[in-house]
């Protein structure tokens, strides 16, 4: 007997713009993780600091709950 797991899809997607309390960036994945979706979401980069830049953007781990659409998104159904 094969057990199914009904996983919704996630909410966000590959390259969706996003904001969380930390600013705004853009999905580049999404992991399945116990019931809920994780995402890798690219933070923009800011204006470049007076000392220069060491790195690329940073990648941060979010949960769905902790992300939002920005206010100017607008969902088409």
Request: glycine share 12%.
């Amino acid at each position: 007997m094969i057990a199914a797991i009904d996983q919704a899809r996630p909410k966000f997607g590959k390259g969706q713009q996003v904001e969380f309390i930390g600013g705004l960036g853009t999905i580049i994945q999404s992991h399945p993780n116990s019931g809920n979706w994780s995402y890798l979401v690219e933070m923009e980069m800011g204006s470049e600091p007076e000392m220069g830049r060491i790195g690329y953007e940073t990648t941060i781990l979010l949960f769905e709950a902790d992300i939002i659409l920005p206010e100017d998104y607008s969902i088409v159904a």
